[in-house]
Structure formats: C-alpha cells, structure tokens
C-alpha cells in the first residue's frame, strides 16, 4: 500500500479519532469494525459521527474519502492496514502497561 494512500485513510482517525471515539472502551475494535470487512462500514461510521453531532459536517467529506479508498484497495492492502491498526493497538498497550503505576 502506498503511503500516500495509508495516510489519506488515516487522515480523518488522525484528526478527529480522538474526539469521535471517546468514551469507547476499546476505540482499535471500533475502527477495525470499519475496515473489518470487504468494504468500509459506511453505517458504522455514521453511527459513530452521529454521537457527536457538531463534528459530523468536518469529519463527513473525509470519511467518505477515506471510505472510497479502502473500497479500491486490493485485499492484500486492506490485509496489511488491518495488521498496522492491530499493531497499534498493541503498541499502545504496552505503552499504556509501562506508563502504569507499579
């Protein structure tokens, strides 16, 4: 997958991942729920834009975008981002494991 094409995925979850997904328990499952299957869950999105309704006109174009893209990848691209989103994750909660008090 080309970088260019990963970063315009992520594009909208970098920018307004922080906000859309608050609140959620595990906020990885959640974008994985978007690209787990062969095309972007364009309902699962809006579900998740619709908890914050002041963000949806800034967020919605992007989304769309994003979604359009991840339509148009081979599966072997769309493979390899679910792999990067897991990685994340895991990632992150190591990190989080480190930075907790002993």
């Avoid at 499952?29 to 095309?39: F, I, P, Q, T």
């Amino acid at each position: 997958m080309a970088p260019a094409t990963l970063n315009a995925i992520a594009a909208p979850l970098r920018a307004y991942g922080a906000v859309v997904l608050e609140g959620y328990e595990e906020p990885h499952a959640e974008v994985l729920a978007l690209v787990w299957g062969s095309r972007f869950d364009r309902e699962h999105a809006q579900r998740l834009l619709d908890r914050r309704p002041g963000y949806v006109p800034q967020v919605l174009h992007a989304v769309e975008q994003a979604a359009d893209l991840f339509d148009r990848l081979a599966d072997a691209e769309r493979n390899r981002l679910r792999s990067l989103i897991r990685r994340h994750r895991s990632l992150l909660s190591g990190w989080d494991n480190r930075r907790a008090p002993s």
